[in-house]
């Protein structure tokens, strides 16, 4: 045996014990993975020493080759269980770390609850909504002709004076009621149409325990051959009974520019009578404006404030309550 064969066998047992050692004192897979480059990569330690076969006999490099391709094996042997250790060992402190503990006591978050004037507009839409009706959305910021003109109030009309609004600088406003929501249904829609509108509306008024300037409406709308006022009467009186119970209702004659005839509806409520919503027969002008034959079709319509409701219904005695967003109040609900 040469003096370059023993001095050969010599590095791969000692690089052997060194890999050994070093693999067995690894503690995670990124530093495991270094050393097995290291020691087995194609510049690693184990061919470095094998690039000085070439200095042996022929009789010789088989020896060596054995001797290496048993180094090899044991290196990988301890590189694949450390590895199987790491993996373990990780999963388990994962699952140490995100073990929950039943005994402790939970996070207490209160339960969520609808608010009164959202409550109540479901309500109503679900009554509408089995009746026949579609829900109807539209911009609360208007232009002049869909709030006014084409519900009939021009310019110079007194009824104007009513609904005191809320004037942009480009010359639109906002919204007074959802009846422009019915003025660009109908534009998009051919009848018969029945329709329900709900939504934020604005007025210049003051704010006392009975207004706001901002309020919620709910309107409906419906357009067919032959509808008379009877037909209001008979869904104004369902809705009630629905939204009330059956308790005695009166229709009184008013006054509405969109509407001929036109009626206030009063509920016999707590032994008094209380007002509650206006409606009434379109007019033909409304018709017209929106390119339907009023010869051929007729339409009623009607209209409520969602907050007179909740007063009424969950007896509040002032409306700024129930914007005021005060738990309080709204946990009563």
């Avoid at 199987?84 to 939970?106: H, R």
């Avoid at 003051?206 to 309020?215: L, M, P, Q, S």
Wanted: charged share 25%.
């Amino acid at each position: 045996m040469t003096t370059q064969l023993t001095e050969i066998e010599t590095q791969l047992t000692e690089l052997r014990q060194t890999a050994t050692e070093a693999i067995a004192t690894t503690e995670n897979l990124e530093k495991l993975e270094e050393l097995r480059i290291n020691y087995l990569g194609k510049k690693g330690q184990v061919s470095k020493i094998l690039g000085a076969m070439g200095k042996l006999s022929p009789e010789e490099r088989p020896k060596v080759g054995a001797i290496a391709n048993q180094v090899k094996q044991a290196i990988q042997s301890n590189l694949d269980q450390k590895r199987t250790n790491l993996k373990t060992a990780e999963i388990a402190a994962k699952l140490q770390a995100e073990t929950l503990d039943v005994s402790m006591p939970g996070v207490y978050r209160p339960q969520g609850k609808i608010h009164p004037l959202n409550n109540l507009i479901d309500r109503a839409l679900d009554i509408f909504i089995g009746l026949g009706y579609t829900v109807a959305t539209g911009p609360e910021m208007e232009t002049d002709y869909y709030n006014f003109e084409a519900l009939n109030t021009p310019p110079d009309h007194p009824a104007r004076d009513m609904q005191d609004t809320f004037y942009l600088p480009d010359g639109n406003l906002m919204r007074t009621h959802t009846s422009s929501v019915q003025i660009r249904y109908m534009k998009n829609h051919e009848p018969p149409i029945r329709v329900i509108a709900p939504g934020r509306v604005y007025r210049r008024d003051t704010v006392d325990a009975t207004h706001a300037a901002v309020f919620h409406q709910l309107e409906l709308l419906a357009v067919d051959e032959g509808l008379r006022f009877s037909d209001l009467k008979g869904t104004i009186k369902e809705f009630l009974r629905q939204m009330f119970g059956d308790l005695p209702i009166r229709f009184r004659a008013s006054y509405f520019p969109f509407t001929e005839p036109s009626a206030e509806v009063d509920l016999q409520w707590n032994g008094k009578w209380l007002e509650v919503l206006g409606c009434g027969m379109v007019d033909p002008n409304v018709l017209e404006a929106v390119g339907y034959d009023s010869e051929k079709y007729t339409g009623f319509a009607a209209g409520f404030g969602v907050e007179r409701f909740a007063m009424v219904l969950h007896q509040i005695d002032d409306i700024r309550r129930v914007y005021a967003s005060d738990l309080r109040f709204l946990q009563q609900f």
